[in-house]
């Protein structure tokens, strides 16, 4: 069973950056889309941002526009997610997720639970002063 996990969330002020990182047990080339999805205080787990290496499409959730990029490094098996910009409505659970297909990047963000194959366990992010 492939394991992805997240490092690098933290306490920020706002107007500062974090980079997340996701290093996947097994081969990251194996996964078509990946994406990172975040669970706010009270809210449900919404898909931030996407991409499909087949496709070479990525999808950024509007709030996160501009100010958060997804890379990510087969050689490595690692998926990273730069932030910048933090607000304190980016306050929340990061989990980074991956999918075995191809994948219209949107729909996978979008759909989030019934097309992820698997996901890590997630890491804090708080963005306050």
């Known amino acids: 069973q492939v394991q992805l996990v997240e490092s690098g969330g933290g306490l920020v002020q706002p107007g500062g950056s974090l980079r997340l990182s996701c290093l996947v047990s097994g081969l990251l080339a194996d996964y078509s889309a990946i994406g990172w999805f975040r669970q706010a205080p009270g809210k449900e787990r919404e898909g931030i941002t996407c991409?499909?290496?087949?496709?070479?499409?990525?999808y950024y959730t509007d709030s996160v526009k501009g100010r958060f990029t997804i890379s990510r490094d087969n050689a490595k098996n690692t998926v990273w997610l730069q932030m910048n910009d933090l607000k304190p409505e980016d306050t929340g659970v990061y989990y980074c997720?991956?999918?075995?297909?191809?994948?219209?990047?949107?729909?996978?963000?979008?759909?989030?639970?019934?097309?992820?194959?698997?996901w890590g366990e997630g890491t804090q992010v708080t963005v306050s002063s």
């Open positions: 991409t499909n290496s087949p496709y070479g499409t990525t």
């Open positions: 997720a991956a999918r075995r297909e191809g994948a219209n990047a949107e729909a996978m963000c979008l759909l989030g639970e019934s097309v992820i194959d698997s």
